[in-house]
């Protein structure tokens, strides 16, 4: 097929969930995609901060054409050693105890509620707890996450969406004491927001809501879904605070392409779960969690964390650098490689213009540009990524 045809039969036959670019990506090479017209990309997007390692690794690919050679899927109701591989790599990397494997971040979502719920119901025998969330909050497309995201858009069709569910504002404290009472079982947040425009969370925020969950025995619950698995420069942001969760969330780049999330919780509240009270007939099966496995052999040999923190303190300069220069640049923020610039302006031209130049960028919130590269780029695709950015501003105001 053509590239007109596999749009035209994409465009067909595909629920209508997305205005996707006119474009139609055919292979990878390290930071670079290329189109089925042959033109080259450098991906400054990541598929939304999942391809950590860069595409075509040949390790990681070695790695799941030999686990699809000898088993795929098995189900819960067996052992399988890259599910007891990956369990213990990421309770390492993580500081928590115990992790249940699901298929995306969304249900990772479901299962650090569930758990949640299960916990609080332990304790009092009730059955009507609330949970605190934050506003401009993304934590996925199905009920319950749906539910603790605050975007009016997302959830307006869809109500009534599960009760007992309060927003504060981010980073304000004051905002969450306001909203505690005997019921609250839970306060979930993302450490650094993705979605809603990349906001990283303040040190005496984090802080104090660690403290208040203490003291009122609240579970807190960290979404790492995207800002976890070594973007922020440790392997979770929350390692970046001091501060330990009692549930976490992780998917996008912990498989590296292939599906897989995951949640984590300290051994008290893991216990909370018993046979029964949650499955999934996929999570966890061999072939993610092959691919779990090597995307952590692969953060050690390549010593990604060391790469975050020098190219991601790099871009970080390189961007405040161009807020200077321009005047629709409002201000930078971000952490490691998960950084974003405010426009003025909305920046759908700019990243349209951007694609024009070979380069692939996401929005994020309003008028944010998201930049979620691959975590092995170097500062020389930084360098090129700032020429073809400035292009891009240029010819698009
Ligand atoms: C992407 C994302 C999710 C949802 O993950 P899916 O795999 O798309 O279901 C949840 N939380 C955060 C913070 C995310 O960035």
Not at 309 to 319: C, I, S
Not at 326 to 350: A, H, S
């Amino acid at each position: 097929m053509n590239t007109q045809n596999i749009i035209d039969t994409a465009e067909q036959n595909l629920i209508h969930t997305y205005n996707r670019y006119q474009i139609v990506l055919d292979k990878g090479e390290g930071v670079r995609l290329f189109d089925t017209d042959g033109k080259e990309y450098l991906d400054f997007g990541a598929g939304i901060a999942v391809f950590a390692l860069g595409y075509n690794n040949k390790e990681y690919n070695d790695a799941l054409k030999a686990q699809i050679d000898k088993l795929i899927h098995t189900s819960n109701y067996f052992y399988n050693e890259p599910a007891a591989n990956a369990a213990k790599a990421l309770t390492k990397a993580s500081g928590m105890d115990r992790v249940f494997f699901t298929n995306s971040g969304t249900e990772a979502v479901e299962g650090a509620i569930k758990l949640a719920k299960k916990y609080a119901y332990l304790k009092d025998g009730n059955t009507d707890h609330e949970i605190i969330a934050m506003e401009h909050s993304f934590h996925g497309r199905s009920m319950g996450a749906l539910a603790v995201t605050r975007n009016k858009h997302y959830q307006e069709a869809f109500g009534p969406m599960i009760p007992g569910i309060k927003f504060a504002k981010y980073n304000d404290l004051e905002s969450v004491e306001a909203l505690v009472n005997e019921k609250t079982c839970a306060i979930i947040f993302e450490t650094v927001q993705g979605e809603g425009g990349v906001y990283p969370a303040k040190k005496e925020f984090i802080e104090g809501v660690r403290k208040l969950c203490d003291e009122k025995g609240i579970l807190l619950i960290l979404d790492e879904i995207q800002c976890g698995m070594g973007r922020t420069g440790s392997m979770f942001a929350y390692q970046q605070y001091g501060v330990k969760p009692d549930i976490v969330t992780s998917a996008k780049a912990l498989g590296c392409g292939v599906p897989v999330g995951a949640f984590l919780a300290r051994e008290e509240v893991a216990k909370a779960l018993v046979p029964g009270d949650h499955g999934t007939t996929y999570g966890g099966n061999p072939l993610a969690c092959a691919a779990a496995v090597k995307v952590f052999e692969l953060f050690d040999s390549l010593k990604v964390l060391d790469n975050v923190k020098e190219v991601g303190a790099y871009l970080a300069e390189q961007l405040d650098k161009l807020a200077k220069e321009y005047d629709i640049i409002k201000e930078r923020r971000g952490v490691g490689l998960i950084q974003g610039i405010e426009l003025t302006i909305n920046p759908k031209d700019v990243i349209a213009k951007a694609l024009d130049n070979g380069l692939i960028l996401f929005s994020a919130g309003t008028n944010v540009i998201r930049f979620v590269p691959p975590l092995v780029i170097t500062k020389a695709d930084v360098d090129e990524m700032i020429v073809k950015l400035k292009k891009s501003i240029d010819s698009a105001v």
